[in-house]
């Protein structure tokens, strides 16, 4: 029980964290609206950009899989079916961590 | 898989707590799902100016907006509604009349900073 606490913790932790970069990143998609492809390549692909959006993918990759876990171990009792929904969400967790580091690859290269 | 197990939701008596606590998690699934939208639009970026178009003007499409328009409401109201547990995870709001309030307020801001959101991306303020 004291890990799923430390979980439930960690995953008010990261939503306090994500807060400022949920923020930025509404603010990022309002700017961008104004820019041509080429002035958003160049803002995007900066080493704070980068760094941002890495700290974004583990901190909402994890907010958002501790969520979805908790929500399954409330409403899903069947054992099969609650393991294949946790293949399926860890696959699509992996799936969209390595489309991030894609596509920061992409733009860097 | 040994915790107790939640109210069965075709069964349970809908109340305005109830409703917003599942609204909270709602928002929250369609948040996460909403994620792969901005992870196309990073990889359309990366792929080049002619996909980037490609993306955007996709996104112009009337079905495609309605599922942005209300991805952006569900990502306010996750936010406000997180807010709001944080404050209920520290004592404060626990009233059941504040708690309703509260519910009804992060409901409210959130259609409010929609359609400012979308009103700024068209450029009308």
Redesign the interface.
């Known amino acids: 029980m004291a890990s799923a606490r430390n979980i439930w913790k960690l995953h008010k932790y990261s939503s306090i964290a994500l807060l400022p970069f949920i923020a930025y990143l509404l603010i990022s998609i309002l700017r961008f609206s104004r820019l041509s492809y080429e002035q958003i390549l160049l803002e995007i692909s900066g080493t704070w950009s980068i760094f941002f959006i890495l700290i974004f993918m583990i901190l909402g990759i994890f907010h958002m899989n501790t969520g979805i876990n908790e929500i399954m171990d409330d409403y899903v009792h069947d054992p099969k079916v609650h393991k294949l929904l946790k293949i399926l969400i860890s696959s699509f967790f992996t799936g969209i961590s390595l489309f991030v580091c894609l596509s920061i690859l992409m733009i860097l290269l | 898989?040994n915790?107790p197990?939640?109210p069965h939701l075709q069964i349970y008596r809908w109340q305005t707590t109830s409703l917003l606590s599942i609204l909270h998690?709602i928002s929250?699934?369609v948040?996460?799902l909403g994620?792969?939208i901005?992870?196309i639009y990073?990889?359309s970026?990366?792929?080049g100016?002619d996909t980037?178009?490609l993306v955007i003007s996709i996104s112009d499409n009337v079905f495609i907006r309605t599922v942005l328009i209300g991805l952006s409401f569900c990502?306010f109201f996750y936010?406000l509604s997180?807010?709001r547990?944080?404050l209920w995870?520290y004592g404060y709001g626990l009233d059941l009349n504040v708690a309703k309030i509260t519910g009804w307020t992060a409901l409210s801001v959130a259609v409010i900073l929609t359609i400012c959101?979308w009103l700024?991306?068209y450029?009308v303020i």
């Open positions: 898989m915790s197990l939640s998690r929250g699934v948040s996460s994620s792969m901005i992870i990073l990889l970026i990366g792929l100016e980037f178009k990502i936010i997180s807010i547990h944080l995870d959101f700024i991306l450029g």
